[in-house]
């Protein structure tokens, strides 16, 4: 039998099963009090009221106190009864227990996520109500493999008019995330005969490794602080471009750049894909178009909702050149498309003018933080165009990244070397995200940072 019982509102579970009562007493009050659950100072019930409450003997509470006093878990005092001891954490002797790991950092600063907690829970639910109540019945049967054509309309609409991508509903793909359109692109390209596909030299791993997975040799190509260095492409078949914010350093492919990739790409017949994650935010200007509208025949156009909205959604989208899409369509018959529910709540949410209030709003907020950020870390050279969820930090003369990462870590903040997005010659310097941290902890995670950098 087992039972729960409280003690200063503190649940403890008791194991009353066989002879051993005392040591499961025992075990629990030393678990709870290790693990903070029980504070230093709590007054323990008296052991005939413990006793009479478990349904056990009074020397059996008695005796597992006495022990854990021993232990130094607890303290007893002449006319005040059995305490948590003031200073638990000190071992007894022969206590063989590890010390504790040392506590996670709990502020998040490394890129990648924007603030979840600010997603705009009130319009979504409004959406998802009026698409299902309004939905036909087919909506919940499996669909077309290319997505459902409601959402396709509202994204093709979206796209034509915020990021001036060529567009029409037939030629969107939706997918759940750029993550899992990279992956039926490369399969894509594999299965037409693409051997190799160019890469930014510094990206996600993962997405290296998708590419990589669809049987594609990977080649990377340079960056500077004019995006890609795209003369660098050579002889592969297709690359892999975030155009509009090179990620992470952050710069963005010049004009000059652009038509040189464009002829690249027409010279080969190759294909370039534009991965434009966070197309959405740019903050001292109006953002640069879509490369794709350039050559819509030689680009496909990559967007995501996992910084606009949130990455949990798992919801993207390609708009695929004519002569790729049968390519894309068969190797998404083998994959499932997202749920056609989210699907169409995401196109109510499209056509509300939903998207568009909230990335208004999550724009401002990012654009503030980004301030708030630069400003905590004067002296400090920062990155990057003005858009986006990160910035690169340069770290000062003499402090190597890794030396950077832990003292942020000491300092309860996750940050991540510019080094873990690929290898170069590079300046040392650290990949700030400030989109993650709710809006409440973001101050705080910020002044850490600068105190790690600066002291
Ligand atoms: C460069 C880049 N591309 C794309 C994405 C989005 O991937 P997904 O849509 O699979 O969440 C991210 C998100 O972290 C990113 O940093």
Known sequence: MSQTWAISGVDLHLDLRGSRVR?????????AVKGGRLQPGTRLPPSRTLATDLGIS??????AYAQLVAEGWLEAR????TRVAAHPA????????????PAPPRFDLRA??????????????????????????????????RGRRELREAVAEYLARARGVDVTPDRVVVCAGFTDGLRVLGLALRAGGASTVAVEGYGHRLHREI???????????????DGAAVDGLGGADAAVLTPAHQFPLGSVLTSERRLRAIEWARAGGRMLIEDDYDGEFRYDRQPVGALQALAPDHVVYAGTASKSLAPGMRLGWLVVPSRLLDAVLEQRVLGGAPS???????ADFLRSGAYDRHVRRARLAYRRRRDRLLAALPGLRVRGA???????????????????????HRHGVFVEPLSAYGAGDHFPALVVGYGTPPEHAFTTAVARLAAALTA
């Open 386 to 408: 003005a858009a986006g969820l990160h910035v690169v930090v340069e770290l000062p003369p003499e402090m190597t990244e890794r030396e950077a990462v832990d003292r942020a």
């Open 78 to 81: 002449q006319g005040s009864g």
């Open 58 to 63: 009074r020397n059996t509470v008695a005796a």
């Open 23 to 31: 040591g499961a007493l025992e075990t629990s009050l030393r678990d």
């Open 340 to 346: 056609t529910i989210d699907q169409i709540a995401l």
């Open 211 to 225: 590419v990589a997975a669809a049987g594609l040799d990977v080649v990377t190509v340079g960056v500077d602080d």
């Open 112 to 145: 990648g996520a924007p603030d979840v907690a600010s997603f705009p829970r009130a319009e979504w639910i409004a959406s998802a109500r009026r698409a299902l109540r309004d939905a036909p019945a087919a909506v919940f049967g499996y669909g077309e493999v």
């Open 90 to 101: 000190r071992r007894p002797v022969g206590d063989r227990t590890q010390p504790d790991p």
